[in-house]
């Protein structure tokens, strides 16, 4: 007798667009619908992820193994490593199978995504795994396009940078480029607003929370946040 080796299946990371469900390339929707497993970040309080919402918008599920993947809020070494080997696993077991695996992101896989880590993880523990992307429109380029602001022209200069307490450091960003988009941007939002009015850029500055998404808000004058407490998923873009 002779045995047939199983072929392993692919870990595909697939951006599926910022929220506005029309914002997903055909490739990704091809994907979708090809890949038997189709992995996607589970909230523990059972509330439904944004990526989550758009594939079942274009994807009977019913017909697919819907793998929810926890991913842990916390800074602690020891249960993140404990909870992304778990993750890592759960993928394994599949992909061990031949089974092919769209593991969706919002925004684009290779932007600030949980894909990047995933894939890393993937790698190092099962090098033999064929790892791919399917690049999607991110928060940034949302941004842009409902904000009808072009982020850099001819020889200028865009940055990404997510916001921090360094307020050194962010001053700089703001002087050293032509746009500066901040994501991440809620939990220093008070200090981003005294270093533009230090700079007098507040009226260079928008604000936009969940964007191209039906919550979708816009501010136009930043001075407005102050003292504010917005989502996660709120950023900044300032264009002098």
Known sequence: MTSTAITL?????????????????????RMLKECPVIAYPKKRMGAKSYALEIVELYVDTSGKEMLGLVFPMTKDRATLDQEWSKTVDAC?????AGKDIAFVTEGDPNLYSTFIHMARLMQEVHPEVPVRSVPGISSVLGAAARLDLP?????EQVAIVPAN?????????????DAIVFIKVAKVLDMMIEILEELN????????????????LIWRDVRELKGQELEYLTLMVVRK
């Not at 697939?14 to 055909?26: C, K, Q, R, S, Y």
């Not at 394994?92 to 061990?96: I, N, S």
């Not at 307490?165 to 480029?177: F, N, S, T, Y």
């Open 165 to 177: 307490g360094d307020r050194q450091a962010m001053k700089l960003a703001i002087e050293a480029h």
């Open 9 to 29: 299946g692919t870990l595909y990371g697939v951006g599926v667009g910022p929220g506005d469900p029309e914002l997903i390339t055909v490739k990704a929707f």
């Open 92 to 96: 394994w077991r599949h992909l061990q």
């Open 201 to 216: 850029l507040t009226e260079k500055a928008s604000v936009v929370t969940k964007v191209t998404s039906p919550q979708e």
């Open 151 to 155: 982020l850099a022209d001819g020889d």
